[in-house]
């Protein structure tokens, strides 16, 4: 039979008191333990977890620890920062940082992970879809979804090419219709200046602008050189080539042409005849330019005259040499 023991507490802890009799704590609740205190008696208390770190969850006759997520091979882990070594930044919601040496090809960064998808969807190694807000009032200067900032140092060594972005060699699979390294969409209706695609050379330079209409900018190709190329497009491909050491994109040789007819003195007369040469100036500037205007030329001599969505545009100075050549030629019989 038990012995009951005075002023206890059912269902509690016994201990010794300072007057070496026996004494009882009060009865734990669920998860509670019978904690030592120096100098004093013991306690019966739960144990404490920490804020996103470990969990715990009392039971009856049990206490669960928790970790704050799986962190195995399979695991998805999500941090609010990731930092190793330097002072995590306080208007960085992501912070790797630190050095390290690698003893072959180092990479602060690797994705190599292999992804399969199902016909019809996006299969994508990578993607970064943040949403900018612009806070307060005023202009931002910049708002950029992926900013690359490198540094390149050189020790004892030297590089052969200090590369921002290297899209390097990738495999397709057979029966790709197209393999493209850097693909930019134009950006959707939210501003009247569309560009798809915008350069710089020292930070201020615009060297090239790549609009969604297909519109492509050059402002400040290098002055003209004693070197002479032209650059064409093949308008069935839409290529662009360089014509080597000539200065223009007119074909002459009867590789590229079959003859059909000789132009006939009639018909230089008539032509030379009604053309009307005048002296031009460009609109907003003063300098004096010889030639004609389309518009006249498109009346008696179409042949010569290119035209745009509007109307005549320009004339084609080359076409027209045959014509007055043809018409020296009559007048010199």
């Known amino acids: 039979m038990g012995c009951p ?15 070496n009799k026996l004494a009882s704590t ?20 739960s144990l404490s977890g920490t804020s996103n770190q470990v969990v715990v969850t009392p039971g009856a006759g049990s206490i669960t620890l928790s970790t704050p997520q799986n962190i195995d091979t399979a695991a998805v882990v999500q941090f609010g920062r990731i930092s190793s070594g330097a002072a995590a930044n306080a208007n960085r919601k992501d912070y790797l940082s630190g050095s390290f040496t690698g003893s072959s090809d180092t990479y602060g960064l690797q994705q190599d992970s292999s992804l399969t998808g199902t016909a019809g969807n996006i299969i994508v190694g990578v993607s970064i879809a943040p949403t900018l807000i612009e806070a307060g009032s005023g202009v931002h200067a910049t708002e950029a979804a992926l900013r690359i900032t490198p540094s390149f140092t050189n020790g004892a060594a030297t590089a052969t090419d200090a590369v921002g972005v290297d899209i390097n060699t990738f495999a397709v699979a057979t029966g790709t219709t197209n393999a493209i390294g850097l693909r930019v969409a134009a950006p959707s ?14 930070g201020s330079t615009v060297v090239g602008k790549f609009y969604g209409t297909g519109r492509v900018d050059w402002p400040n190709l290098t002055a003209e050189g004693s070197t002479k190329a032209a650059l064409c497009l093949d308008t ?73 969505s509007v109307g005549p545009r320009a004339i084609d100075y080359e076409r027209y040499t045959a014509v007055l050549t043809k018409y020296m030629q009559c007048t010199m019989r």
Do not use: H
């Open 189 to 202: 209706a939210g501003t009247s200046n569309l560009i798809a695609s915008f350069l710089e050379a020292d």
């Open 236 to 308: 069935s491909t839409k290529e662009m080539q360089v014509n080597t050491g000539v200065a223009t994109c007119t074909v002459s040789s009867l590789r590229f042409k079959d003859p059909v007819r000789d132009i006939t003195c009639s018909e230089a007369k008539r032509i030379v005849k009604a053309a009307k040469p005048g002296v031009f100036r460009d609109k907003g500037t003063t300098d004096d330019r010889y030639g004609f205007a389309a518009e006249q030329m498109a009346a008696i001599a179409p042949f010569s005259v290119y035209n745009d």
């Open 5 to 19: 023991l005075p002023a206890s507490t059912a269902k509690s802890f016994l201990y010794i008191d300072a007057n």
């Open 26 to 45: 009060a009865a734990p609740t669920n998860g509670q333990l019978l904690i030592g205190s120096t100098g004093n008696i013991p306690a019966v208390a």
